[in-house]
């Protein structure tokens, strides 16, 4: 009669010490989605109800004196304007956290960290809004402008086209995962 000892692979080891990676990472990047959203928000209170009038021109481009009578109203107003994208991405981060949690438990082959990845592309195409914020920002810092001198722009920036590039990966990564995982299932089921 012989003992067999379950045999471990010499690989496991390796394998085991680049999970633990995985989750420990995932779980660091969960976290850090919630500190950026909370930052991110504190950041665009703090611009709009902290920042000098002076500064906000200087960074919108227009004469200061266009702003003297930037009152609360106002800054309430470019603020609601500024936190429609900002919404949208923290949406985005909040996707992202949810698919690094379901990473940092070991779920890697379920559509859990595919629909968080599918949610986070789709936030991060809304990179499409920010032109438009520009443009009803522009129109609002420039409401007390001389005549004829009131602004409208609208541009595209690198920023923006580089973030829908990033969100059609991470779709198409999404996509690829999503049939991963129905793979995945199937094989659990013919076992």
């Not at 080891?13 to 950026?36: D, E, H, K, T, Y």
């Amino acid at each position: 009669m012989t003992d067999h000892a379950p045999s471990h692979s010499p690989f496991e080891p390796a394998r085991q010490a680049r999970l633990n990676r995985i989750r420990f990472f995932s779980l660091m990047l969960a976290r850090g989605c919630i500190l950026l959203a909370v930052l991110l928000t504190v950041a665009l209170l703090f611009y709009w109800f902290g920042a000098s009038s002076t500064s906000i021109a200087a960074d919108a481009q227009v004469p200061a004196g266009w702003l003297t009578d930037l009152g609360f109203g106002g800054r309430t107003a470019a603020f609601l304007i500024s936190v429609v994208p900002l919404a949208c991405l923290i949406m985005a981060l909040l996707a992202a956290r949810r698919c690094f949690i379901a990473f940092a438990v070991g779920d890697f082959f379920s559509l859990e960290p595919a629909r968080g990845l599918r949610d986070f592309a789709l936030g991060l195409a809304s990179a499409l809004l920010k032109p438009f914020s520009a443009a009803a920002l522009s129109v609002l810092l420039s409401l007390d402008a001389p005549a004829g001198q009131h602004r409208l722009t609208l541009g595209i920036g690198s920023d923006t086209i580089l973030a829908l590039l990033a969100a059609g990966t991470i779709a198409v990564i999404a996509w690829v995962m999503t049939e991963a995982a129905a793979i995945a299932e199937e094989n659990r089921q013919f076992v």
